[in-house]
Antibody, heavy 117, light 108 residues
Framework: QVQLQESGPGLVKPSQTLSLTCTVS??????????WSWIRQPAGKGLEWIGR???????NYNPSLKSRVTISVDTSKNQFSLKLSSVTAADTAVYYC?????????WGKGTTVTVSS | EIVMTQSPATLSVSPGERATLSCRAS??????LAWYQQKPGQAPRLLIY???TRATGIPARFSGSGSGTEFTLTISSLQSEDFAVYYC??????????FGQGTKLEIK
């Protein structure tokens, strides 16, 4: 079955850009009518949806993060990626990627990103 | 923005008993509501979508109900593996989503 795996630096300096990649295995990112989302969760807190992408390249972002977020897709590599610019300590969280068909039915295990100098 | 409010924040229940978790939307979300279970150190797992449809592989002791603004997740007979945090999520306002703040289900 489809599996997702996040990868990227675990430590990012303040004001820099956080970059993560989600690799999809066990199926094609282009198959089915799915969107591909990023969600984050600060330690001990709830879930925050960041944004999504369709394989056509169309995107939607959380308005609270929209000015700093870019999500892209590389269908040839079966991957999609997240960039979050001008990070601060408030962006420290576990970042999850997920497959979405309105609800998230497949999740990656998550990767912890700490923003610190 | 649709605000999802879950209650209680923490629920203490004994194994074998029934647990009832609530989720309220600030405006109607029809039946476009999902429930997730999250255990420590793990990603959330989809339990229920469409307010009442169990996801693949989810045991029958999990059931969801409600529509509009009031929703309930019921676990009929708690097993040890059910103690976790549960989140509701509305997708009626697509492309925007919102999650509840979570209910922690703990062993009494």
């Amino acid at each position: 079955q489809v599996q997702l795996q996040e990868s990227g630096p675990g430590l990012v300096k303040p004001s820099q850009t956080l970059s993560l990649t989600c690799t999809v295995s066990g199926g094609s990112i282009s198959s089915g009518s799915y969107y591909w989302s990023w969600i984050r969760q600060p330690a001990g807190k709830g879930l925050e949806w960041i944004g999504r992408i369709y394989t056509s390249g169309s995107t939607n972002y959380n308005p609270s993060l929209k000015s700093r977020v870019t999500i892209s897709v590389d269908t040839s590599k079966n991957q999609f990626s997240l960039k979050l610019s001008s990070v601060t300590a408030a962006d420290t969280a576990v970042y999850y990627c997920a497959r979405e068909g309105y609800y998230m039915d497949v999740w990656g295990k998550g990767t912890t990103v700490t923003v610190s100098s | 923005e649709i605000v999802m409010t879950q209650s209680p924040a923490t629920l203490s229940v004994s194994p074998g008993e029934r647990a009832t978790l609530s989720c309220r939307a600030s405006q109607s979300v029809s039946s476009n509501l999902a429930w997730y279970q999250q255990k420590p150190g793990q990603a959330p797992r989809l339990l229920i979508y469409g307010a009442s449809t169990r996801a693949t592989g989810i045991p029958a002791r999990f059931s969801g109900s409600g529509s509009g603004t009031e929703f309930t997740l019921t676990i009929s007979s708690l097993q040890s593996e059910d103690f976790a945090v549960y989140y509701c999520q509305q997708y009626n306002n697509w492309p925007m989503y919102s999650f509840g703040q979570g209910t922690k289900l703990e062993i009494k």
